[in-house]
């Protein structure tokens, strides 16, 4: 028995519908994605326009610290062993037996590689891999 002719029309009317869907999507999540990312990169740099500004104050206010009378004085006394006429200086010297403590190593990131498959999958279409944060 062969099918009519009206129900491979509908097949093929609905193949084509799917092909078109497909080339929709598929044409659609580059832009979709470079936008994001467009947007995630400028948000980045935002941040790092705010954070850099929030240190630009910090060090500002620090450098005018540093131009009053009690901080050279302070410094001079603990960085170089000034004293004033009068005073008597002492230094400390730790033993030679014993080391100096070892600094505590810094926490490193992770590899971008070290995450799951569907991360990877995720970051794709949220055009989170075109920007990283840093």
Known sequence: MRPRYGARRVSGLLALAGL???????????????IIADRRSVSLAQDKLAALAAENERLEAQAAVLQTDQEVERLARERFGLVRPGEISFVVVTPEGEAAPAPEPEPTLADPGEQPWWR???????????????
Do not use: E, K
């Open 20 to 34: 078109v869907a497909v080339v929709i999507t598929v044409v659609g999540i580059f832009p979709f994605r470079q």
């Open 120 to 134: 990877d999958l995720w970051d794709f279409f949220t055009g989170s891999d075109l920007v990283r944060d840093g």
